[in-house]
């Protein structure tokens, strides 16, 4: 239906997103760093689609002491989730863009802003309950202290400073959604105005 076509423009869009959102399966989607006078290179925990990288086993070593959970990519079902969920969203950008239709447009925009504001909640619940669900006979246990990482910004955590912001994949991530809702905006008051 001719009304329900989408411009050139929108369609090259979309495949761009499409693409994205297939390299951000494969790319860091957040990264954590901490800094101490212990550790004043640094380190640094990467988490990806389908696992977690960098300097996590160190990071594991040091929360040990206070009590926190160790980090396993195995432990978390998000990482067997995640990397489909990216792909589904891909191609329905990428059936939007072909297909030139707006209804698929529309129910990306909407499912994938659901899907982001979901991924959002559920790792902030994943640092909240890493920084609060803390083991009663840890060697080092400060009254009333908690020790969860900012969901993105900076916090100081006893001698460490915390930084949490997206990678690549998530500023993909990002990225997209403020496409795709632009674009549903655009495209359906383009919509309303040939009818």
């Not at 076509?5 to 860091?28: K, N, W």
């Not at 803390?134 to 080092?140: F, G, S, T, V, W």
């Not at 916090?155 to 809702?181: C, D, H, R, T």
């Amino acid at each position: 239906m001719k009304n329900n076509s989408l411009t050139t423009l929108t369609r090259v869009l979309l495949l761009l997103c499409g693409i994205g959102l297939i390299i951000s399966i494969f790319t860091p989607i957040w990264s954590i760093y901490l800094s101490a006078p212990q550790y004043p290179e640094g380190l640094a925990m990467f988490l990806h689609a389908n696992k977690v990288s960098g300097e996590y086993e160190i990071i594991n070593g040091l929360n040990h002491y206070i009590g926190m959970k160790e980090i396993h990519a195995d432990e978390f079902w998000e990482f067997t989730f995640l990397p489909y969920a990216l792909g589904f969203f891909a191609l329905l950008c990428l059936l939007a863009a072909l297909l030139k239709n707006r209804t698929i447009l529309y129910s990306v925009t909407i499912l994938f802003l659901i899907f982001g504001i979901a991924f959002m909640g559920d790792f902030y619940y994943w640092l909240y309950d890493y920084g609060h669900n803390l083991d009663p006979n840890a060697a080092i246990i400060v009254p009333g202290m908690s020790y969860q990482p900012p969901l993105i910004g900076y916090k100081q955590l006893l001698n460490f400073e915390v930084w949490s912001y997206p990678n690549i994949g998530g500023g993909i991530m990002i990225g997209v959604a403020v496409i795709l809702l632009i674009l549903a905006i655009v495209e359906y008051r383009r919509a309303k105005k040939t009818v």
